[in-house]
């Protein structure tokens, strides 16, 4: 089946560590995604990807990284910067040409930062 | 840039009862328009999508939505819920220029009660 995994589904870590969250995908997308999702405030644009080797910031790209090195992964970092993680991740994914552009979506990470 | 305005943070039905889910979007240039349902803990899953054509668009689970360009509106309709509707539901817009990238509202939590 065609998809996107998001490993692992829970994570802790302590705080000033970074964590690298991974995001997989076999759908044959060009673009990817990550949000941020806080409970009352919808889903944040972290990053995105629209080819590889190439990225562009987001609505809340600090304290974040990224990398795209393959068409199929693109891995998120959360750095000691980040000033709040404790939060839901999600990873999409879309095509970038023909007529339809919804983007297909993970299952989620839930980071927990102590 | 475009928004989105989801005007009901939380929705509550009984049963079998009509819904309705309301959003506006505002946007100087013409745009594509998505529902997306979560359901706890999970990623997001498209439910419907209006591109171009008729106003009215039919999606998954018997929901569907109209797009009203005079209103800037795509709010989104099912005549009669079930218990397994109850979730929080994402209305989102991309502009037609820019393909995937997608700016989402802050979503309504629908919950069903028997």
């Known amino acids: 089946d065609g998809g996107i995994t998001q490993s692992p589904k829970y994570l802790f870590r302590k705080e000033g560590q970074n964590v690298t969250l991974s995001c997989e995908q076999n759908l044959n997308h060009d673009a990817m995604y990550w949000y941020r999702q806080d409970p009352g405030q919808g889903l944040r644009l972290i990053y995105y990807s629209q080819i590889v080797n190439d990225f562009q910031k987001g609505d809340i790209a600090e304290g974040y990284s990224v990398s795209r090195e393959k068409k199929e992964s693109f891995p998120l970092t959360v750095t000691s910067a980040q000033k709040n993680p404790t939060a839901f991740y999600l990873c999409a994914s879309s095509r970038t040409s023909g007529t339809s552009y919804e983007q297909y979506f993970g299952p989620g990470t839930r980071l927990t930062v102590t | 840039a475009q928004s989105v305005t989801q005007l009901d943070s939380q929705v509550p039905v009984f049963e079998e009862a009509p819904v309705e889910l309301r959003c506006n979007y505002s946007s100087s240039v013409s745009v594509y328009l998505f529902w997306y349902v979560q359901y706890p803990n999970q990623g997001l899953q498209l439910l419907l999508k209006y591109l171009s054509g008729s106003t009215l668009v039919k999606g998954i689970n018997g929901f569907e939505a109209e797009f009203n360009k005079s209103q800037t509106s795509f709010h989104l309709r099912k005549p009669s819920v079930h218990i397994s509707d109850t979730a929080e539901y994402f209305c989102?817009?991309?502009?037609?220029?820019?393909?995937?990238?997608?700016?989402f509202g802050e979503g309504t939590q629908l919950t069903v009660n028997p």
């Open positions: 989102a817009v991309s502009k037609e220029t820019s393909g995937s990238r997608l700016t």
